[in-house]
Nanobody, 115 residues
Framework: QVQLVESGGGSVQAGGSLRLSCTASGSTFNSYSMGWYRQAPGKERDFVAAISYTGGSTHYADSVKGRFTISRDNAKKMVYLQMNSLKPEDTAVYYC????????WGSGTQVTVSS
């Protein structure tokens, strides 16, 4: 399994932007597709976005399509999630993980969007 550390969360007003980062360890990072998931209080962890191991293919949940952008830097073993036009319903703890998830989860980073 790969070790993951998410960062970049914070509190913003609706309409604002945040950029989340995920640092991964392990020599096989470049062979993993990676995904971002989020979990709001009292709800299940939901898929947000995914990117292929080359970065050439991306996929988004309908709720974030057109507002969020996933990217990766394999040389740095980093995955990013640029979040624009944030809404209060985006409030959640955000996690990155190999896609499909293999049980490797970091501690997440909290995103809070106020109206």
């Amino acid at each position: 399994q790969v070790q993951l550390v998410e960062s970049g969360g914070g509190s913003v007003q609706a309409g604002g932007s945040l950029r989340l980062s995920c640092t991964a360890s392990g020599s096989t990072f470049n062979s993993y597709s990676m995904g971002w998931y989020r979990q709001a209080p009292g709800k299940e962890r939901d898929f947000v976005a995914a990117i292929s191991y080359t970065g050439g293919s991306t996929h988004y949940a309908d709720s974030v399509k057109g507002r969020f952008t996933i990217s990766r830097d394999n040389a740095k073993k980093m995955v990013y999630l640029q979040m624009n036009s944030l809404k209060p319903e985006d409030t959640a703890v955000y996690y990155c993980t190999p896609q499909p998830p293999d049980g490797s989860w970091g501690s997440g980073t909290q995103v809070t969007v106020s109206s």
